[in-house]
């Protein structure tokens, strides 16, 4: 397992990095020396962080698998390599499972599963092919071990999915000794401007069920810690540094998972004892 604690001189590219978590990490390792990339489907903030933070910004539409593999050839003409990939951008509108349209269904698997799906595809070798220490990054949520978040379940689902990948990814790569390390991000409350998420939705979409309510504004919500965007990049670099596979960023938050594990542990529990009641 790879473990990076100094990003200096290291070439790093961040998806969805003109707002939110994306910003936050692609702010830290400009601050400590790395080159970064920030991709982002909307032009006009990517210049401008781009600009402010001092990366380079290349608009990208990571649900189209041609858009992200143009990045990857761009970023390798410009610096030669890369050695750090955050897989970030995701939207999270809300709906009932029930009202939600193919075309729904469509547009958040794209961003949030086929996003990542089209940044490991295109940057995996990339990171493999040079053979110094490498990290592949892909933000999942709290969303990504606990679904009970309502009408947020098709987000829950895009997040189950990329915890799977990613875990899936982060064995294989041990098993052949690589010098890439996989790493799932699961942040908790984050002061971001996914709230807004349908803003990036195609104007020429179809009849949807999605509405988009700003969670910070929910009381109970609101109670809870906050973080701004550059205390996640600061978490994550740490995380980095120790190899760590799983970066959490609201600790606090455990018992949920607990009480989710424990109702699995419990389901093999009766399972066990059906099964030797039979015996």
């Given at each position: 397992?790879?473990?990076?604690?100094d990003?200096?001189?290291?070439?790093?590219?961040?998806?969805?990095?003109?707002?939110?978590?994306?910003?936050?990490?692609?702010?830290r390792?400009?601050?400590?020396?790395?080159?970064?990339?920030?991709?982002?489907i909307?032009?006009?903030?990517l210049?401008?962080?781009?600009?402010?933070?001092?990366?380079?910004?290349?608009?990208?539409?990571?649900?189209?698998?041609?858009?992200?593999?143009?990045?990857?050839?761009?970023?390798?003409?410009?610096?030669?390599?890369?050695?750090?990939?955050?897989?970030?951008?995701?939207?999270?509108?809300?709906?009932?499972?029930?009202?939600?349209?193919?075309?729904?269904?469509r547009?958040?698997?794209?961003?949030?599963?086929?996003?990542?799906?089209?940044?490991?595809?295109?940057?995996?070798?990339?990171l493999?092919?040079?053979?110094?220490?490498?990290?592949?990054?892909?933000?999942?949520s709290?969303?990504?071990?606990?679904?009970?978040?309502?009408?947020?379940?098709?987000?829950?689902?895009?997040?189950?999915?990329?915890?799977?990948?990613?875990?899936?990814?982060?064995?294989?790569?041990?098993?052949e000794d690589?010098?890439?390390?996989?790493?799932?991000l699961?942040?908790?409350?984050?002061?971001?401007?996914i709230a807004r998420?349908?803003?990036?939705?195609?104007?020429d979409?179809?009849?949807?069920?999605?509405?988009?309510?700003?969670?910070?504004q929910?009381?109970?919500?609101?109670a809870?810690?906050?973080?701004?965007?550059?205390e996640?990049?600061?978490?994550?670099?740490?995380?980095?540094?120790?190899?760590?596979?799983?970066?959490?960023?609201?600790p606090?938050w455990?018992?949920?998972?607990a009480?989710?594990?424990?109702?699995?542990?419990a389901?093999?529990?009766r399972?066990?004892?059906?099964?030797?009641?039979e015996?």
């Amino acid at each position: 397992m790879t473990a990076i604690s100094d990003v200096s001189g290291l070439v790093a590219v961040v998806t969805g990095g003109a707002s939110g978590i994306g910003r936050g990490i692609a702010q830290r390792l400009v601050e400590r020396g790395a080159h970064v990339v920030i991709a982002d489907i909307e032009k006009g903030p990517l210049d401008a962080v781009a600009e402010e933070i001092g990366a380079v910004g290349l608009r990208t539409d990571v649900s189209d698998a041609a858009s992200v593999q143009a990045l990857a050839e761009q970023v390798v003409d410009r610096f030669g390599k890369v050695h750090l990939l955050f897989n970030n951008a995701g939207v999270a509108p809300e709906a009932g499972l029930a009202e939600m349209t193919l075309a729904d269904w469509r547009w958040i698997l794209d961003v949030n599963l086929h996003g990542v799906i089209h940044g490991v595809h295109a940057f995996l070798p990339l990171l493999k092919e040079h053979g110094e220490p490498a990290y592949l990054v892909n933000t999942s949520s709290m969303g990504g071990f606990v679904a009970d978040m309502p009408g947020l379940g098709a987000y829950a689902t895009t997040k189950f999915a990329v915890m799977g990948l990613t875990e899936a990814l982060a064995q294989e790569l041990r098993r052949e000794d690589s010098n890439v390390t996989a790493a799932v991000l699961a942040p908790g409350t984050v002061r971001s401007n996914i709230a807004r998420s349908l803003r990036t939705r195609p104007a020429d979409a179809d009849t949807s069920s999605f509405v988009q309510n700003d969670i910070s504004q929910n009381a109970e919500l609101a109670a809870l810690r906050w973080l701004d965007p550059a205390e996640v990049g600061d978490i994550v670099l740490a995380a980095l540094a120790r190899g760590e596979s799983h970066i959490v960023t609201h600790p606090e938050w455990y018992p949920m998972v607990a009480e989710h594990s424990a109702a699995i542990e419990a389901a093999f529990g009766r399972a066990a004892g059906t099964h030797k009641g039979e015996l």
